[in-house]
Each structure stands twice: as structure tokens, then as C-alpha cells.
């Protein structure tokens, strides 16, 4: 069982920059892949990036949308998960979900476990 409580979101400018932290408790992150999803109003949740682990091997998986603006990564002693987020648009206004799952995938429904979401609201 994972716990999982994701924290950062806010009201930013168009251009700015946040970093959301996703906090696990339960188990440590090593044993999942860990993904960043979003979600705005009257859409389908969408996936941005992921994480995961093999050895001492990382490896990332972003969204075409998200690629070059976004960056997953861990502190394994913090157990916590960040996406850093820079050069944000009116079009990244979303709840922002954490999750966990056993594979590397970009389908929301191989995630067993999810975060309560934050609200990250960028304006123009």
C-alpha cells in the first residue's frame, strides 16, 4: 500500500515557473514507477511524465506537450517525487495528480495508487 499526497500547486503568470512534490508514505518509491497526470475541466486526464528504475539505471517518459518545459525527478532519501515545471501557459491550468504503479506505462489505468490532487492555475 502507497500513500501518496502531492503539494505546490498555486496561481501563477503565463512564463512562470512551480515545482509540485509528491510525498509517499508506505512504501518506498524504488519499488514503483512514478508518474505526473493532469486533468482540466471537461477533458480526459493526461498523462506528462514518469519515472522509473532498474539497477542504478533511470528512466523518463514525457508528453509531447510537456517535453522540454517539464522535469520528473526523486529524492530517494525524501522519498518524495517533484515535477518542475517552467515556461508555463494558460493551457497547463489543471489538478495535477501524482500516482504509482507496478509498470512503466502512459495509461492512467495502470496506476493503482494516486494522490488527492493540487490545483495549479496559470494565468494569461
Known amino acids: 500500500q502507497v500513500q501518496l499526497l502531492e503539494s505546490g500547486g498555486g496561481l501563477v503568470q503565463a512564463g512562470g515557473s512551480l515545482r509540485l512534490s509528491c510525498a509517499a508514505s508506505?512504501?518506498?518509491?524504488?519499488?514503483?514507477?512514478m508518474a505526473w497526470f493532469r486533468q482540466a475541466p471537461g477533458k480526459e486526464r493526461e498523462f506528462l511524465a514518469a519515472?522509473?528504475?532498474?539497477?542504478?539505471?533511470?528512466?523518463?517518459a514525457y508528453a509531447d506537450s510537456v517535453k522540454g518545459r517539464f522535469t520528473i525527478s526523486r529524492d530517494s532519501a525524501k522519498n518524495t517525487m517533484y515535477l518542475q515545471m517552467n515556461s508555463l501557459k494558460p493551457d497547463d491550468t489543471a489538478v495535477y495528480y501524482c500516482?504509482?504503479?507496478?509498470?512503466?506505462?502512459?495509461?492512467?489505468?495502470?496506476?493503482?495508487?494516486w494522490g488527492q490532487g493540487t490545483q495549479v492555475t496559470v494565468s494569461s
Open positions: 519515472i522509473t528504475w532498474s539497477g542504478r539505471t533511470t528512466f523518463y
Open positions: 500516482a504509482a504503479a507496478p509498470v512503466l506505462s502512459r495509461n492512467y489505468a495502470d496506476y493503482d495508487y
Open positions: 508506505g512504501r518506498t518509491l524504488g519499488a514503483y514507477t
